[in-house]
């Protein structure tokens, strides 16, 4: 199983420019996470999908917008792109049929906005 | 507000020698605490977890203690190896569900040989 894929691995955007990250999970989790990495910072939310046809804003969602296109694919949407979000970006996903369980994430995309 | 942290940013030992890695959680109503290990260039891998009803978990060289008293969680890397040289995240998820679970900033473990 290839787990979490994202893609693309590496981007490169002028202000202004717009771009999604995909993301896909071969895991048939439920739900699925985008979060951002800053230095120093721990993982931050963007938005999330608890279920397939579901999305919801996390603890950072301006500037951005999501697709839960199937149960396999929740992509990230950066329609007019900003300095400020200049990041790497995560997706994973996570089963939570039952109780509180681990994330899986995929490797992450460095994203450098000039 | 909500948050966990950690004690040490960096954390540097000596191949063969234990490591401790401390976090400081402040939400009372966490329940469920996993600890994830970052390589570089690659995304969070989960290590080990542990519920609120429990206090010491153990896996392949790895123990998770959990102080719900002072709000403290540790993670103990037995005999540490070169490889296990990453960063390594604290993450608390409240009794609220998955959805909102908050990760500490990390500590960087170096391993000397």
């Known amino acids: 199983n290839a787990g979490v894929t994202q893609t693309p691995k590496f981007q490169v955007l002028k202000t202004g420019q717009s771009m999604t990250l995909q993301c896909a999970q071969d895991?048939?989790?439920?739900?699925m996470y985008w979060y951002r990495q800053d230095p120093g910072m721990g993982l931050r939310l963007i938005y999330y999908?608890?279920?397939?046809?579901?999305?919801d804003k996390g603890e950072v969602p301006n500037g951005y917008n999501v697709s839960r296109l199937n149960k396999r694919e929740f992509s990230l949407r950066l329609e007019s792109a900003a300095p400020s979000q200049t990041s790497v970006y995560f997706c994973?996903?996570?089963?939570?049929?039952?109780?509180?369980?681990?994330?899986?994430f995929g490797q992450g995309t460095r994203l450098t906005v000039v | 507000g909500e948050s966990v942290g950690l004690h040490l940013p960096t954390l540097s030992v000596q191949e063969g020698d234990n490591s401790i890695i401390n976090c400081a959680y402040s939400?009372?109503?966490?329940?469920?605490f996993i600890w994830y290990k970052q390589e570089s260039g690659k995304g969070p891998q989960f290590i080990i977890d542990?519920?609120?009803?429990?206090d010491k978990r153990q896996g392949q060289r790895v123990t998770v203690l959990l102080n719900k008293t002072v709000k403290h969680l540790s993670l103990q890397i037995a005999a540490t190896q070169p490889g296990d040289s990453a960063v390594y995240f604290c993450?608390?998820?409240?009794?609220?569900?998955?959805?909102?679970?908050?990760f500490g900033a990390g500590t960087r473990l170096f391993v000397k040989a």
């Open positions: 542990i519920r609120s009803n429990m």
């Open positions: 939400n009372s109503a966490s329940d469920y």
């Open positions: 993450a608390e998820t409240p009794n609220t569900g998955g959805f909102k679970t908050i």
């Open positions: 895991m048939n989790h439920n739900s």
């Open positions: 999908s608890a279920s397939e046809g579901t999305t």
């Open positions: 994973a996903s996570r089963d939570q049929q039952g109780l509180n369980t681990e994330a899986f």
